[in-house]
């Protein structure tokens, strides 16, 4: 099973909104990311996290807030998002330090 | 520093012809070389790697790619090109932190 999967699909929230995006993986990979997407781009990368501790944060604004509970699941808490924080959120998982790295389908996130 | 460069925004194919899209890469030490292919409004699909060994390496859907270290390149490739291989591809290196270093992305369109 190589699957990451990712909740909800599409979410529309407004400016004062608490959202949060989920990603759960059940291949044994103690490595998960969150990446950021605009369309027709790279991804860009926001949070790692290794064996369910925070381990790179390329200085995304406090508004996205990681959690990793356990070593399958991953959420991004959303507060206070702005227009521009409108992207494809993807969740990525791997072997830390292991090659690649598995996708979710995302989140499509509008931020109205 | 290291990077990728995906010199072509886009590449337009004939069905049923043989396709390529290329990828040179800049790291140091030995690379590690990934091919990804994002389909609208989907998420990342791993379609092949390069770690060591032969230079012809085989992923999924018929794709191929060729380590070539001279010219520092990692060149996708397809001997018969479908309509539904038409997406966004996007070239990879891990870097020294094992994080994914990310080509802009090439856009194939292959024609019926």
């Known amino acids: 099973d190589t699957e990451v999967t990712q909740t909800p699909k599409h979410l529309v929230m407004g400016m004062t909104n608490k959202k949060s995006l989920k990603c759960e993986q059940h291949m044994g990979h103690r490595a998960m990311y969150w990446y950021k997407q605009k369309a027709k781009k790279p991804p860009e990368l926001m949070f790692v996290y290794s064996y369910e501790k925070l381990s790179i944060n390329e200085s995304v604004p406090s508004r996205f807030s990681p959690e990793c509970p356990n070593s399958s699941l991953l959420n991004l808490h959303l507060h206070a998002l702005q227009p521009e924080d409108s992207a494809l959120y993807l969740c990525?998982?791997?072997?830390?330090?292991?090659?690649?790295?598995?996708f979710g389908q995302g989140t499509r996130l509008t931020v109205v | 520093a290291q990077s990728v460069a995906q010199p072509e925004d886009q590449v337009n194919v004939a069905e049923g012809n043989p396709l390529t899209v290329k990828c040179t890469y800049s790291v140091s030490g030995n690379p590690y070389l990934f091919w990804y292919v994002q389909y609208p409004n989907r998420g990342l699909q791993f379609l092949l790697k390069y770690i060591t060994g032969d230079n012809l390496v085989k992923g999924s859907y018929g794709f191929e790619a060729e380590f070539n270290k001279s010219q520092t390149s990692f060149h996708l490739k397809k001997p018969s090109a479908l309509v539904s291989d038409s997406a966004l591809y996007f070239c990879?290196?891990?870097?020294?932190?094992?994080?994914?270093?990310w080509g802009a992305g090439t856009k194939l369109i292959i024609k019926p």
């Open positions: 990879a290196v891990r870097d020294s932190n094992y994080q994914l270093i």
């Open positions: 990525a998982s791997s072997q830390v330090r292991g090659p690649e790295a598995f």
